[in-house]
């Protein structure tokens, strides 16, 4: 099958990214009509055609995430129905990656749920960008593209003197990435020794690797309630850095972490992307947001090359 024509459509979660994504491919966002009922239910309707086209739809899943994960499906739906050519769903950030183990007797799996549910309402490929758990990938049925923001981090970065630089992990499961980054920025790499409680309490008892007397990166991959954060920058403390600055991809910031973090007076910059609307309220000088719209439209027009 050829396809004729790309058409990019954004829900309701993150227009503003939408807007950015077509820019950069020089195209006009489609415009989606919503509709709520009486009885609260969503309707959907993709008001471009759709028929022989390669439809992309741009829906970050954030709060409230059961809402906007309900309008993606209800979007793929409506493409699968206008005879779409293929249909990608473009999710920033899949927030449901963080359900990826059984970590306890009958809880649900909700990164392979929702997975299943993309793939039933007509989605027949994914791009999103730092997954919290690699293995997510496993839970799709569909060819899945993972991209990451290192490049953009790293653009913003570079204009420092990183010359006594470290790249730190929170935790071991973010190491990978980590050194990644530190590799491209040809620095030194630490990880923090993480513990996560059942009642959600954090707590890192120590940083391994180089820290004293340097310039700390911290990298995650989501900042929520800042937590982790947190307590790693009691760890950090106790070694004497030189400078702090901490960058994550999905900055939730929820329940007032922005502020909190940006009180820490040793914290230079808070760095974050786009992937997600930044939450409401006085947003600090310290922050500095990175756009990944171009990440994304790069991927979006090299799968629709082929």
Not at 22 to 37: D, H, I, K, N
């Amino acid at each position: 099958m050829v396809i004729q024509d790309m058409a990019v459509f954004g829900g309701r979660a993150h227009p503003e990214l939408t807007k950015e994504i077509c820019a950069e491919l020089g195209l006009a966002p489609s415009q989606v009509t919503l509709t709520r009922f009486a009885n609260d239910c969503l309707q959907v309707q993709l008001d471009q055609d759709c028929r022989e086209r390669d439809v992309y739809l741009v829906q970050p899943l954030t709060a409230p995430v059961q809402e906007h994960l309900v309008e993606l499906l209800l979007m793929s739906d409506a493409a699968r129905a206008a005879s779409a050519a293929r249909i990608t769903a473009v999710v920033p950030h899949y927030s449901y990656a963080r359900s990826d183990k059984r970590d306890g007797p009958q809880i649900s799996l909700g990164g392979r749920l929702v997975a299943d549910l993309l793939k039933t309402a007509g989605v027949e490929h994914v791009l999103t960008m730092t997954l919290h758990s690699p293995q997510v990938n496993g839970f799709f049925s569909m060819p899945v593209d993972n991209l990451n923001a290192l490049r953009e981090f790293a653009g913003h970065l570079r204009r420092y003197d990183l010359s006594q630089t470290t790249v730190v992990s929170p935790d071991l499961g973010n190491a990978k990435e980590a050194d990644a980054f530190a590799r491209m920025l040809e620095a030194e790499v630490a990880f923090g020794v993480k513990q996560r409680f059942a009642d959600g309490r954090v707590s890192i008892s120590h940083v391994i690797g180089p820290v004293a007397g340097r310039d700390a990166i911290v990298l995650d991959d989501e900042i929520a309630k800042g937590s982790t954060v947190l307590e790693l920058l009691d760890r950090l403390r106790e070694l004497g850095p030189r400078s702090i600055r901490v960058a994550c991809t999905h900055g939730l910031f929820s329940n007032g972490s922005l502020q909190t973090l940006a009180e820490q007076e040793d914290v230079l910059e808070i760095v974050c992307t786009n992937t997600v609307p930044l939450p409401a309220g006085p947003v600090p000088d310290k922050l500095r947001v990175l756009s990944v719209a171009p990440a994304f439209a790069r991927a979006m027009a090299r799968i629709h090359r082929g």
